[in-house]
């Protein structure tokens, strides 16, 4: 199983940023998919994840501001993040449970305020 995250990047704050995550290696199509991020200093927490019928859940911190979309076609999970604050600053993971719990190699996202 492989997860590889791409898109991110510096940004000023109001801005936006799409993360991407390319699969491989597990059946994407029914598997749920998820994001996380790791700010400095503090726990990885999860921002939003999507079934494999589509079905999104978000944190209160990021909701209405992100956007979790998949492309099962493509095998890929975005992540649009618009209206990005200094406090999105943070290391963005993908991640799957598969018969196993994966992770991609994380995305920096920084916003300068």
């Known amino acids: 199983v492989q997860l590889q995250a791409s898109g991110g990047g510096l940004v000023q704050a109001g801005g936006s940023l799409r993360l991407s995550c390319k699969a491989s290696?597990?059946?994407?199509?029914?598997?749920?998919m998820n994001w996380y991020r790791q700010a400095p200093g503090k726990e990885r927490e999860l921002v939003a994840h999507?079934?494999?019928?589509?079905?999104?859940n978000y944190s209160d911190s990021v909701k209405g501001r992100f956007t979790i979309s998949r492309d099962n076609a493509r095998r890929t999970m975005y992540l649009q993040m618009n209206g990005l604050k200094s406090e999105d600053t943070a290391v963005y993971y993908c991640?799957?449970?598969?018969?196993?719990?994966?992770w991609g190699q994380g995305t920096l996202v920084t916003v300068s305020s």
């Open positions: 999507i079934t494999g019928g589509g079905s999104t």
């Open positions: 991640n799957t449970y598969y018969r196993g719990d994966f």
């Open positions: 290696g597990i059946n994407f199509g029914i598997t749920t």
